[in-house]
């Protein structure tokens, strides 16, 4: 069975710092895709960040770029996000997925997994 679990989430003031992480069970993330999405409170679920399998390739988000990072450690089979110069746009629910096609420009996951999702809120 299948499991993420996303950790890190938090209040913290605009131009903080949080490091999420999503530590996965039941399957070895080296072999997927993996992202991080996120749903802002009223809005519809955007693709942050993510990682190709293929050919170890990111993608990262225009309104999250040069402020974001993700990274992931294969020994410890977890992704992590880490998030600098948080702004107050930046809040919502936050989550990671694993599947052999994982998309962030059309939020698609394919043969995958979601996490529950750790909320982020950023004050101004």
């Known amino acids: 069975q299948v499991q993420l679990v996303e950790s890190g989430g938090g209040l913290v003031q605009s131009g903080g710092s949080l490091r999420l992480s999503c530590a996965a069970s039941?399957?070895?993330?080296?072999?997927?895709?993996i992202g991080w999405f996120r749903r802002a409170p009223g809005k519809g679920r955007e693709g942050v960040s993510c990682?190709?399998?293929?050919?170890?390739?990111?993608y990262t988000a225009d309104s999250v770029k040069g402020r974001f990072t993700i990274s992931r450690d294969n020994a410890k089979n977890t992704v992590y996000l880490q998030m600098n110069s948080l702004k107050p746009e930046d809040t919502g629910v936050y989550y990671c997925?694993?599947?052999?096609?994982?998309?962030?420009?059309?939020?698609?996951?394919?043969?995958?997994?979601w996490g529950q999702g750790t909320q982020v809120t950023v004050s101004s």
């Open positions: 997925a694993t599947g052999t096609s994982v998309s962030c420009r059309v939020v698609s996951v394919l043969e995958g997994a």
């Open positions: 039941g399957v070895t993330l080296a072999n997927l895709d």
């Open positions: 990682i190709r399998r293929r050919d170890g390739s990111t």
